[in-house]
């Protein structure tokens, strides 16, 4: 005898279970019609926090939850620039946008929540140094350390310098990054010859 289908609001309770935040081409492609999620917004079962992006109600705030709401919203995105030196703990600021890098011709959303600032990366430059981290079961991919640091070196209209070397020395107190790691991660993002006198003045006493 066949097995009776899955109800697709049993369907969605189960992909909510496992997950905090989708995005409705998941839920789509999982089965769950456009209207059953609609149901379930009306219902108070899960929440639209942007265009195509649904959380699940009274679900637990991680730290860098809005990350994740940004990495659905913008799926071929890597958070970049002062949100990745935020979430490395490289600075004290707080960005009122989440930086997000994209390919030259990647869609760029419409704006809405969370708020987004949008750059433009050569191939050169978009896919090298990509790290993943999994915040409230999505899969957000964020810049690594030695990657962030030569993006804000190379950046100075965006990331202002004394942010930058900010933060390169937090990374190196905190041993977050070695300084070997660091250099290849400048020469990668070909901006070596502008960290290099920073990276030895901070260095030179061991």
């Known amino acids: 005898m066949l097995a009776a289908p899955v109800p697709q609001r049993a369907k969605l309770r189960d992909l909510f279970a496992d997950r905090t935040i989708m995005r409705a081409g998941e839920l789509r492609?999982?089965?769950i019609g456009p209207q059953t999620f609609a149901r379930a917004v009306?219902?108070?079962?899960?929440?639209?926090?942007s265009r195509?992006?649904?959380?699940?109600?009274e679900a637990d705030i991680e730290e860098h939850h809005i990350l994740a709401e940004a990495a659905a919203r913008v799926p071929k995105g890597v958070i970049a620039l002062t949100s990745a030196l935020a979430f490395h703990g490289l600075t004290d600021q707080i960005p009122r946008k989440i930086w997000m890098a994209i390919g030259p011709s990647d869609w760029s959303?419409?704006?809405?929540?969370?708020?987004?600032?949008?750059?433009?990366?050569?191939?050169?430059?978009?896919?090298?140094?990509?790290?993943?981290?999994?915040?409230?079961?999505v899969d957000v991919p964020i810049y690594s350390i030695p990657k962030t640091l030569a993006d804000a070196f190379r950046n100075p209209k965006l990331v202002d310098r004394s942010v930058a070397v900010e933060g390169l020395r937090t990374a190196l107190e905190q041993s977050k990054a070695t300084p070997g790691a660091i250099a290849e991660g400048a020469r990668a993002g070909g901006v070596w010859k502008t960290m290099r006198p920073y990276l030895?003045?901070?260095t030179s006493n061991g």
């Open 200 to 202: 030895e003045a901070l």
């Open 29 to 31: 492609a999982a089965g």
């Open 109 to 137: 959303p419409v704006q809405s929540y969370p708020p987004l600032r949008i750059v433009r990366f050569t191939d050169r430059y978009l896919r090298h140094g990509i790290e993943h981290h999994a915040i409230a079961g």
């Open 42 to 49: 009306e219902n108070g079962e899960i929440e639209r926090v």
């Open 52 to 57: 195509g992006v649904y959380q699940r109600s």
